[in-house]
């Protein structure tokens, strides 16, 4: 049973919004493989692309976009990797949430499901502004299960450590505010 609820406020809105997803997705250089990934926090929403057997690429978009957002760069990171670009379980996409991510706990966990049910043991992680945060945020709670992480503009991730001029540090007290 789907206990997963809409965010839409009509049918049509839903549909208007899917077929301007379906739009973004058509830009992609490359063909891609939808796939819907169950996790304790609902569906997960993927659009995988390139050789099966490579090293896995999980990408991570901003808050309030979707997983197309990666369209510029997909040709290039799937030919190295197999690409997994997600849509955030909370946020505006494809993915269908069943209860919410209420802190960085749930973040990791959540990534932790979707590697179990892709069959992953360790990944890559690229993300984006929030898709950074959680990158960080799930190489804290699960090393052994990130290769590498590339957080670009991560949210509330880094602060300066006025007692080391030139070194960042996890600012873990932004990042329970983020969520």
């Known amino acids: 049973m789907d206990n997963s609820s809409s965010s839409f406020k009509t049918q049509q809105g839903e549909a208007n919004y899917m077929a301007t ?14 796939l819907d990934i169950p996790t304790r926090f609902g569906i997960t929403h993927a659009n ?13 978009h901003a808050l309030s976009f979707t997983s197309t957002m990666w369209y510029p760069s997909i040709a290039c990171l799937s030919e190295r990797f197999r690409v997994y670009a997600l849509d955030t ?3 505006i996409g494809k993915s269908r949430p ?24 360790q990944a ?18 699960a ?16 602060e300066k450590d006025e007692r080391k001029k030139h070194q960042l540090k996890i600012n873990e007290k932004s990042m329970d505010g983020f969520i």
């Open 124 to 141: 890559s992680f690229a993300g984006v502004s929030f898709g950074g945060w959680l990158a960080v945020n799930f190489a804290l709670n």
């Open 89 to 91: 379980i909370n946020d």
């Open 143 to 158: 090393p052994d299960q990130v290769r590498q992480t590339v957080a670009i503009s991560p949210a509330a991730t880094f």
């Open 48 to 60: 995988a692309c390139g050789p099966r057997g490579a090293q896995p690429l999980i990408l991570l």
């Open 98 to 121: 069943t209860r919410p991510l209420q802190n960085r706990r749930d973040c990791a966990e959540w990534l932790g499901d979707v590697l179990v049910e892709l069959g992953i043991k």
């Open 21 to 34: 997803y379906d739009a973004a997705l058509a830009m992609w250089p490359i063909p891609s493989e939808p």
